[in-house]
Protein backbone atom coordinates (compact mmCIF):
# COMPACT_ATOMS: atom_id res chain seq x y z
CA UNK A 1 0.00 0.00 0.00
CA UNK A 2 1.33 3.43 -0.54
CA UNK A 3 0.37 6.73 0.56
CA UNK A 4 0.93 9.93 -1.29
CA UNK A 5 2.69 11.91 0.98
CA UNK A 6 2.33 15.33 -0.41
CA UNK A 7 -2.06 14.42 0.29
CA UNK A 8 -1.03 13.49 3.97
CA UNK A 9 0.50 16.92 4.70
CA UNK A 10 -2.19 18.93 2.82
CA UNK A 11 -4.94 17.06 4.78
CA UNK A 12 -2.57 18.02 7.72
CA UNK A 13 -2.33 21.49 7.15
CA UNK A 14 -5.54 21.82 6.15
CA UNK A 15 -7.16 20.25 9.41
CA UNK A 16 -4.43 22.70 11.55
CA UNK A 17 -5.33 25.84 9.38
CA UNK A 18 -9.18 25.03 10.40
CA UNK A 19 -8.64 24.53 13.71
CA UNK A 20 -7.12 27.67 14.52
CA UNK A 21 -9.72 30.13 12.11
CA UNK A 22 -12.56 28.36 13.59
CA UNK A 23 -11.31 29.40 17.30
CA UNK A 24 -11.78 32.91 16.10
CA UNK A 25 -7.89 33.77 14.39
CA UNK A 26 -7.57 35.65 10.99
CA UNK A 27 -5.04 33.79 8.70
CA UNK A 28 -2.35 35.97 7.48
CA UNK A 29 -1.38 34.14 4.14
CA UNK A 30 1.19 36.87 2.83
CA UNK A 31 3.48 39.99 3.80
CA UNK A 32 0.89 42.12 2.78
CA UNK A 33 -1.45 40.46 4.45
CA UNK A 34 0.95 40.88 8.13
CA UNK A 35 2.00 44.25 7.69
CA UNK A 36 -1.24 45.66 7.36
CA UNK A 37 -2.49 43.53 10.39
CA UNK A 38 0.43 44.09 12.75
CA UNK A 39 0.05 47.67 11.97
CA UNK A 40 -3.10 48.32 13.40
CA UNK A 41 -3.53 50.15 17.06
CA UNK A 42 -4.39 47.94 19.64
CA UNK A 43 -3.07 44.62 20.99
CA UNK A 44 -2.63 41.56 18.28
CA UNK A 45 -2.21 38.07 19.26
CA UNK A 46 -0.27 36.25 16.59
CA UNK A 47 -0.43 32.52 16.57
CA UNK A 48 2.31 31.23 14.82
CA UNK A 49 1.23 28.13 13.64
CA UNK A 50 2.81 24.68 12.76
CA UNK A 51 2.23 20.92 11.84
CA UNK A 52 4.08 19.75 15.10
CA UNK A 53 2.26 17.52 18.18
CA UNK A 54 2.72 20.51 20.46
CA UNK A 55 0.83 22.67 17.81
CA UNK A 56 -1.99 20.40 17.57
CA UNK A 57 -1.82 18.63 21.08
CA UNK A 58 -0.96 22.24 22.72
CA UNK A 59 -1.02 25.22 20.87
CA UNK A 60 -4.07 24.97 18.95
CA UNK A 61 -6.25 23.68 21.53
CA UNK A 62 -4.29 26.74 24.12
CA UNK A 63 -4.61 29.51 21.78
CA UNK A 64 -9.11 28.68 21.19
CA UNK A 65 -9.46 28.44 25.33
CA UNK A 66 -7.22 31.60 26.33
CA UNK A 67 -10.26 33.77 24.95
CA UNK A 68 -12.65 32.53 26.78
CA UNK A 69 -11.80 35.48 29.48
CA UNK A 70 -12.64 39.16 30.46
CA UNK A 71 -9.81 39.86 28.49
CA UNK A 72 -8.23 39.49 25.30
CA UNK A 73 -6.38 41.52 22.58
CA UNK A 74 -8.10 43.55 19.78
CA UNK A 75 -7.34 41.47 17.31
CA UNK A 76 -6.16 37.94 16.66
CA UNK A 77 -4.08 36.14 14.01
CA UNK A 78 -2.20 33.42 13.12
CA UNK A 79 0.90 33.05 10.37
CA UNK A 80 1.16 29.27 9.27
CA UNK A 81 5.25 28.76 9.50
CA UNK A 82 7.12 26.33 7.33
CA UNK A 83 3.32 26.82 4.77
CA UNK A 84 3.23 30.46 4.31
CA UNK A 85 6.98 30.79 4.53
CA UNK A 86 6.59 34.88 3.54
CA UNK A 87 4.35 36.11 5.68
CA UNK A 88 5.68 33.88 8.58
CA UNK A 89 8.89 35.93 7.93
CA UNK A 90 7.07 38.95 7.80
CA UNK A 91 5.71 38.48 11.09
CA UNK A 92 8.61 37.39 12.48
CA UNK A 93 10.36 40.49 11.62
CA UNK A 94 7.95 42.39 14.32
CA UNK A 95 9.57 40.17 16.95
CA UNK A 96 12.73 41.87 17.67
CA UNK A 97 14.98 39.99 20.40
CA UNK A 98 13.18 36.51 19.71
CA UNK A 99 14.49 33.39 17.58
CA UNK A 100 12.44 31.98 15.18
CA UNK A 101 9.78 29.49 17.12
CA UNK A 102 7.09 27.67 16.18
CA UNK A 103 4.46 26.99 17.71
CA UNK A 104 4.31 30.58 19.52
CA UNK A 105 2.21 33.23 20.43
CA UNK A 106 3.29 36.70 19.81
CA UNK A 107 1.37 40.11 21.56
CA UNK A 108 1.73 43.28 19.82
CA UNK A 109 0.64 46.71 20.76
CA UNK A 110 0.67 49.61 18.11
CA UNK A 111 2.74 47.17 15.60
CA UNK A 112 5.41 46.72 18.41
CA UNK A 113 6.45 43.34 20.17
CA UNK A 114 5.38 43.40 23.65
CA UNK A 115 6.10 39.66 24.55
CA UNK A 116 6.20 36.07 23.70
CA UNK A 117 5.19 32.92 24.39
CA UNK A 118 8.08 30.44 22.46
CA UNK A 119 7.69 27.15 21.97
CA UNK A 120 9.76 25.87 24.80
CA UNK A 121 6.87 27.86 26.83
CA UNK A 122 4.60 25.26 25.07
CA UNK A 123 5.97 22.09 24.66
CA UNK A 124 6.00 19.68 27.22
CA UNK A 125 3.34 21.59 28.78
CA UNK A 126 -0.44 20.97 29.07
CA UNK A 127 -2.98 23.64 26.96
CA UNK A 128 -4.57 24.93 30.33
CA UNK A 129 -0.88 25.84 31.18
CA UNK A 130 -0.79 27.30 28.31
CA UNK A 131 -3.71 29.34 28.69
CA UNK A 132 -2.45 30.41 32.28
CA UNK A 133 0.35 32.04 30.49
CA UNK A 134 -1.70 33.75 27.89
CA UNK A 135 -3.76 35.22 29.83
CA UNK A 136 -1.27 36.40 32.85
CA UNK A 137 0.09 38.59 29.51
CA UNK A 138 -3.60 39.56 29.07
CA UNK A 139 -4.04 40.39 32.37
CA UNK A 140 -1.14 42.77 32.04
CA UNK A 141 -1.62 44.30 28.39
CA UNK A 142 -5.28 43.83 26.92
CA UNK A 143 -8.55 45.67 27.95
CA UNK A 144 -11.71 43.79 28.66
CA UNK A 145 -14.06 42.68 26.40
Known sequence: MSMDFNFFMNDIVRQAREEIVSAGYQ??????????????K??????INSVCG?????ARPAAAHALHY?????????VF???DKEA???????????PPSSPSFALLKDGKIIT??????????????????????FDQYCEEV
Not at 27 to 38: G, I, S
Not at 54 to 58: D, E, K, M, S
Not at 118 to 137: A, S, T
Open 116 to 137: MIERHQIEGFDPMNVVGKLQKE
Open 70 to 78: DKRPDQLVT
Open 88 to 98: TEKARSYFTGY
Open 54 to 58: CAGGV
Open 81 to 83: AGQ
Open 42 to 47: GTTLVM
Open 27 to 40: ELKTPEEVEKALEQ
